[in-house]
């Protein structure tokens, strides 16, 4: 059975940097694409960054050059840095794979951005 853990949200003012982490179980990052989703109030759930297999990265463009997808094999973990964070960052955060399956959806953890 698949579980994944995302960790590292909270409170930060505009501007700021949050390190977002994704530990799995279940699953090997390092031989599936994976990917960062968001979901803010109200909103429908959107991709925000994916990496493949083989470690290529793409991005949302609203987050394009702020946000960086990484991934640690050795520890089965997928990370998001972000930096420059914006008040329209605000959401909860989940990692799945790419395309997500529905089964595989975590928790989330929770990002607000507030003056």
């Known amino acids: 059975q698949v579980q994944l853990v995302e960790s590292g949200g909270g409170l930060v003012q505009p501007g700021g940097s949050l390190r977002l982490s994704c530990a799995g179980s279940?699953?090997?990052?390092?031989?599936?694409?994976m990917a960062w989703y968001r979901q803010a109030p109200g909103k429908q759930r959107e991709l925000v960054a994916t990496i493949t297999r083989i470690g290529s990265t793409n991005y949302a463009d609203s987050v394009k050059g702020r946000f960086t997808i990484s991934r640690d094999n050795a520890k089965n973990t997928v990370f998001l840095q972000m930096n420059s964070l914006k008040l329209e960052d605000a959401a909860v955060y989940y990692c799945n794979q790419w395309p997500a399956r529905q089964n595989y959806w975590g928790q989330g953890t929770q990002v607000t951005v507030s003056s």
């Open positions: 279940g699953i090997i990052f390092s031989i599936n694409h």
